[in-house]
């Protein structure tokens, strides 16, 4: 819907990655959230790519046109082929978005059934230098239902101290009152030396970090309700976690007797 003559289209993604000896090792980012979620028309829909970086480098995210041959935006000669879901429609309820600093992606109102496009571009700092980037391509399948989404009740973000545990419940409901699956995506859960832990049936985390799990970056978690309606949709809730150093304990001083 988003894309013109989109049958005629080649497909293109890219990636970057920046070694240099000035920064050390680099890994690309991991996207742990498959892009796998239907939209329902006059209800929002949400997702969250659930990017982790192994050296815990800073991520930002934004929305960028979807690339065809050549690794070049889609066109039709020097006429671009690929607009933003919202720009198929003039009005001004129907808005899509995406927070540059957690990767929540929302399409507020969708008006229009139909197959969408979008690219996401989550691009890694170092030191303020940009070191790499990836771009995810992913499909949106509109229909029409009567399906509302589920909701999760916000979650503040976390500090814990590395040897010290942390646990939340999260809450959720359906307005429909369909069954609800929660699914729990982030680094803490699989890419660090001590794993953190997420019952589906509880909706409840747990994790104690260790000193190999301290770093400045915080972690985030993304946390994915989705219910079991003729159309699944889906709410996300995003927190962060910082881990840091236990206190300094007993700290003493003596002087240095260097002769007369």
Known sequence: MNITNSIQQVFGIQTQLIISPGLGHNNSVQLLNPPTQEACIYQPWMHNPAAYDPDGDSLAYELVPCLGEDGLPLSLGDIPA??????VTSETTDLFTIDAYTGN?????????????????????????LIGYVIRDMQITV??????????????????????????????????????????FGGPLSNVSHPATFNPSSYIFSWEPLCEEIRYQPYQMTFQATDDGY???????????????????NPAAAPIVTGK
């Open 231 to 249: 159309v699944n949709l889906s709410y996300i809730e995003t927190m962060s976690i910082t881990v840091v150093a236990p206190e300094v304990q």
């Open 105 to 129: 992606v929302l399409w507020t109102v969708p008006l229009l059934a139909g197959e969408y496009n979008i690219a996401i571009k989550i691009s890694e700092y170092r030191n303020g230098i």
């Open 143 to 184: 229909v029409t239902c009567n399906n509302i989404p589920p909701i999760i009740l916000p979650i503040n973000d976390k500090c814990v101290t590395a040897g010290d545990d942390i646990w939340f419940q999260l809450i959720a409901s359906d307005p429909n009152g369909d069954n609800i699956t929660m699914q729990a």
């Open 82 to 87: 690929w607009k933003l879901p919202n720009e």
